[in-house]
């Protein structure tokens, strides 16, 4: 395998910036540029040691003063050799030492090569490599922190119990079926009516995960809605915190949609603030309310303001027949710091008063957020936030659900251990031990470089 090369972090002014280096070349391209104080080259060095020393050119002219470490496979990230330049973080530097590692045989590394190395090596499971990905684009507390449960093996480590004890069934049976001469306990399938309900009863529970999983990692699409002047865009700015949205007392002023991300209940919102839905004459007006009209179907949120301070109209009965029939709404009563002309709703979704002027109301939308979206009661690193991992444990779930009816059924063992064996071929490919190459590719696809 060819050496690779890349600067692992960002394109913009940094106080530190990082050339990273893996493959059977590392440490001797590190050596070519690198003078570490002291005189001993870094092929001499210790595994995971900083040193300090001169980073030049061919020429061996000086570009930083800087830190060096290497690692040797297959005990490093990537099962490799691996090398990284800890610069002074000027993007045109780190260019420059790039240039000098390709020049001396490195080539660019891929999106997500490093991490992808680290797999096909053994190093890392496939649940834990995609973790490396949502750990860096992770955007709440919630999220890092399954993201660094996924990291560190766990939802490979309760996929791994499944598999085992699905594995286990298979090889007694075949065991037996194969060796019949052998003084091997008879395979009795009744005996394994346990391990293959505790299989599916985990198997949906994982899956359940992934209804609060999802958002983690995409955002939670949220839309408010509301008629004109309803107080839309005054709640998005309270919520954000700073002026976001224009706001007037003269209705009609949100002409389109305008988006936000709002860390709120522990979730990201996507949040939507929508033009006012009404029926209008005016050509801009009605693109801005058919657009408004598509994010709230949608959205898998939807707050829906009720003017509190003007009577109930039959628009905002319509707007509530609506968000009723998304996955999850609220129902806000705004202006609260006013005199109330709407006191009672006819809905079935929750109903609160809130004010984007005195803040009343809002503790408790943000409380009721929460209540609707609540996380798993699973340990953190346990939750499936991709639809990959969701749809292999589907499919596991399909067959195990085969493989009980086919024995409750009374059919022959090896039409039950076919089903089970499939369920077992599916979880495989959150492990990565079925998988296909296309499907790998495109996994990592989705990293930036230099991870």
Known sequence: MDTIAAIATGAQLAAIGIVRLSGPEAIRLADRLFEPQGGAPMAEREDRKLVYGKLKNRAGELLDLCLCTVSRGPNSYTGEDTAEFQCHGSPVLLRAVLEELFALGARQAGPGEFTKR????GRLELSSAEAVADLIDAETVEAARNA????????AGRIGRIYNSLADISSHYHAVLDYPDEDIEDFQLARYRGTLDGALTDLRALRRSFERGRFLTAGLPTVIAGRPNAGKSSLMNALL???????????????????????LAGLCLRLT??????ETEDRVEKLGVDRSRAAL???????????????????????????????????????SDKPSRTEHVETKLPVLAVSAVTGEGLEELEKAIAALFPLPAVPAGEILTNARQAEAVDRAIEFMEAAL???EQGLTPDIVLTESEGA???LGELSGRTVREDVTNRIFQRFCVGK
């Open 148 to 155: 660094a449960g996924q990291l560190s093996g766990a939802i």
């Open 297 to 335: 179907e949608q959205a898998e949120l939807v707050l829906v303001l009720i003017d509190g301070s003007e009577d109930f109209t039959p628009e905002d009965a319509a707007l509530i027949a609506a968000a009723e029939r998304a996955p999850h709404a609220l129902v806000l009563l705004s202006k």
């Open 273 to 278: 603030d929508t033009a006012g839905i009404r």
């Open 241 to 263: 915190g700073y002026d976001r949205a224009i706001v007037t007392d003269i209705p009609g002023t949100t002409r389109d949609t305008i988006e936000e991300r709002l860390h």
């Open 424 to 426: 077992m071929d599916a």
């Open 118 to 121: 680290a797999f096909l090596n």
């Open 405 to 407: 009816r086919a024995m």
